[in-house]
């Protein structure tokens, strides 16, 4: 059963993880610069955010991390922009370093906050007797991914802003207009970095937990996150983009929470996200060989996407009765019923959609 518990989970989750989204709209679509470093600066968030929060201090603990974030970007960007090191290997290497930074931060492989107060106890406390207070941990993770957002698209459109997108797209004409675009990357992945460590302390205290391979993964759950924003929302405009990239993270939150609901066993997370990251990357090529596939047949009287909606159907109609036959499988067939479903709806749309195309 899926309840507004799992959603407002779900939600939560995928708003910090839209933080680190964020952080790698900047980096990856911005600057264009493939930064691996992700999975070792959030765990260096959550490390620097935890000591501090254990001596008394959650606020100044966002603080901390936010410039340990800083420091992790601008050895990454040093690396790449004065060592001469790819930007793909820099990554690599500060990731591999930051293994053994964080550890020696933590003093041992977990740390626990049960004990301490945190960002999420005092915004408790501030909304008790309130028509929020049940969605506490929601209201603080929204307002600091709102804001985070909010600067990060007004310094986009500043002039400096404006030069690390310039950098992105073409090095070469932003040094002839003299600008350093050295400089414009060690900004860039500095300000990346820094909001990538404040999701990783704000995921630190939200769990109360802090493990040393919590950031295992992270780049993959932010690179699906943006490619999801990006099918969904298009690249209209910047607004529009950071939109999608927040609601991506958000489903994909949601859609791994409920794979999870069908008593799938835990070890079974890193596929279900593998399979979410493959079929979100692979996206677009998939819908230009589908369109290309219909034009063939098409031309020879038939129609791809009916045949796709009775296929869906149909499997969805075998799922069921299988779920009925074998107990012992029903949470996977469940599943593969849904995705069934989902299929069905989406290829229904699809044939409508080219349907009235074709009619205009």
Known sequence: MISWGIIQTALELGLIYALVALALFLSYSMLNVCDLSTDGCYTLGCAVGSIVALSGHPVLAIFAAIFAGVLSGLITAFLQTKMGVESLLAGIIVNTGLYSINIGIMGKSTLSLNDTTTVFTVAKSLLADTFLADYYKLVVIFLFTVVVAVLLLLFLRTRLGLSIRATGNNPDMVRSSSINPSRMVMIGLCISGAITALAGCLIGEYNKTCDINMGTGMVTVALASLIIGETLFGKKNLSWRAVGVIVGACLYRILVGIAMRFQLPASALKLV?????????????????????????????????????????????????LAVVLSQFRPLFFLLTILSVIGTVWSALRDRKKGAAAVC
């Open 273 to 321: 996200s593998a399979i979410i990251v493959a079929v979100a990357i692979s996206y677009p090529t998939l819908m230009k060989l589908v369109d290309l596939k219909q034009k063939k047949l098409a031309a020879k009287g038939k129609n791809l996407y009916r045949i796709m909606t009775v296929t869906f159907f149909c499997g969805a109609v075998l799922f069921v009765a």
